[in-house]
């Protein structure tokens, strides 16, 4: 490689021992984990299981407390997202008085890798109206413009906080399909945190469950559901196995 590295450290994620305590307590203990490439990842688990905070780890926005962590064999600094790494956060922070087209250049003002042909492609195939204020746009309208910018940039690994919250189903489907094409195309690895399990399925190949801040499970999807068990299935069957052992 011609950084010189050895080829497993520029894996897309590798996390050693990492672990997030906030002053309330422990957000993630002791996870020790490999997000492969070219992988469409669930990163599912009840509320407050450390989604997010695994999240800001990898996007360098939260520091960790224990472990490490690497993203394409950098540790994230907390001054700025890898340049191979894009991040879509819950809210899909967006300015709200730019136009599709303004919002565009802005993408192209910010990021060096920027692509504007492939931006203005994704825009088109959303049927976004270019000349309409952000402010305007619906729900689904406004995660394609969100996700048109983070795929813009073309990372290596899009990061997306439940990307599909908020969305109806036609929108969700249009915005996995839109996803998945993608990946596949363009050899991109994308971290995807959902609470429908059911949306996941036939989407990720990979998976990673958290609960109470640890890593319950983590695999392909295929290694991990010898039986031909559905990723819901085998995330379900593990989250209530875990509430049975606290229980006993
Ligand atoms: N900034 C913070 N300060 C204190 N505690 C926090 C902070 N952020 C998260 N936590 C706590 O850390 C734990 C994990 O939260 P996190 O948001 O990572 O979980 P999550 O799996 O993303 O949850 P959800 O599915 O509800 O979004 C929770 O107990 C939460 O209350």
Known sequence: ????????????????????KYRRGWALRETSLVIPRNRIVALV???????????????????????GITVFGAHPTG????????????????YQQFTV??????GA????????????????????PAKATVGTLSGG???????ALALGKRPKLLVLD???????????????RTLITEARTQGITVLLSSHVLAELEGVCDHLVLLHKGRVLLAGDVDHLSAGGTSLGELALHH???????EAA
């Open 162 to 176: 439940e990307p599909l919250a908020d969305l109806d189903p036609l929108a969700r489907e249009s915005v996995l």
């Open 45 to 67: 688990g009840p509320n407050g299981a450390g989604k997010s905070t695994l999240m800001g780890l990898i996007t360098g926005l939260l520091r960790p407390t224990t472990g």
């Open 109 to 128: 003002r910010t990021n060096q890798t920027w692509d504007q042909g492939y931006a203005e492609y994704l825009v088109g195939q959303a049927g976004l």
């Open 141 to 147: 309208q406004r995660t394609r413009v969100a996700l």
């Open 79 to 94: 001054k700025g997202l890898h340049p191979a790494v894009s991040y879509l956060a819950q809210q899909k922070p967006l």
């Open 239 to 245: 989250m209530r196995r875990a509430v049975q052992e």
């Open 101 to 106: 087209t303004e919002t565009l250049k802005f």
């Open 1 to 20: 490689m011609s950084s010189g590295r050895q080829p497993d450290q520029a894996l897309p994620v590798i996390a050693n021992g990492l672990g997030k």
